[in-house]
């Protein structure tokens, strides 16, 4: 018997060795049961900035927004919530929210944090309002693309936080493979006929968001692309809708959108995972209907957790340690 018990541990010593062998090379794959709901919504993000008053006079001069609130964090932190202070009932909700830290740590250039966040405006029209109010204002673009899902602007803030506006096409435009699967892509934008949209009048006292808009989708730098897309495909339930790995990038969502959360890692591959009180973005927030999803997510990545706040709030933080806010729609 003796040896028996000494061939057996021997045996389990070796399946051990193997499995950790295995494990080291392999990424470790959580499948969650969990679905994000389909009527998910990204919320506004939260920036820590270290100029305000610079930031202030390009949100609120050149962008046209609001400040709808001022407050203190617990941590004793001016924010601000910049949106439409009440002007357009369906986008009640702020844009945004930025954090005056004016101590806040600099970024290396290989961060991991945010890429751009995307303002989503009802209408094509409603874009071509927000390109020549932007224009009007001298404020530079990074660059356009047409998507065919959607049409964008792209630009930055004056901390370089990374801004997208963009309209989408009616889903049932939106291209698809043999397989079913949206079709994405960054093509060229047509300007000019984006600015034939408007009177020669409404391009010149054009506002940028006159009907209002809403927060679409966040799109994030990562340092470990299929660790990240494991993530919030296997734990936070949504879907993988375009996969670009192959040029280092993924697009997830929920009910079947063209994405709600976009990854790459075009300037961040292996690079520095996110460090709390850093400049850029603080934290980005989902927002369900369903509190049995969050008592759901909460069960099963305990690990990501960083804390539960009052009225069933979320907080957790991805593998790069970004930090996201899963709460209720109000």
Known sequence: MKDGNAQTASTLYDLHAILCDYLVGHEWRFLSTTKMPADMRIGPPILRVKDLEKELSFYE?????????????DADIEAIELGFNGKFKEYGE?????????????????????????????????????????QNSGVPFEGFADHLVSESLYLHDPEHNGIEIYRDRLRDEWPRDQNGHIVMDTLPLDLSSLEGELSEDEREYATPFPSGARLGHMHLRVTNLERS????????????????????????????????????????????????????LDSFIIRVRDRSFIEAISAEIGSSIISVEL????????????????????
Do not use: C
């Open 61 to 73: 001069k050149d962008l046209g927004l609001q400040v709808n609130r001022k407050y203190r964090t």
């Open 311 to 330: 009225h069933g709030q979320l907080l957790i933080a991805d593998p790069d340690g970004i930090r996201i806010m899963i709460e209720l729609q109000p």
């Open 94 to 134: 702020p844009l945004l929210v930025l954090r005056h830290d004016p101590d806040a740590k600099e970024t290396r250039h290989n961060f991991a944090g945010l890429f751009h966040y995307a303002i989503l405006v009802p209408d094509r029209k409603r874009l071509a309002y927000a390109y020549s109010a932007l």
């Open 229 to 280: 897309i494991s993530f919030y495909q296997d734990r936070l339930g949504l879907d993988m809708t375009a996969d670009w790995r192959a040029f280092g990038a993924g697009f997830l969502s929920a009910g079947g959108y063209h994405h709600h959360v976009g990854m790459n890692i075009w300037h961040s591959a292996d690079g520095t995972p996110h460090v709390n009180g850093e400049v850029g």
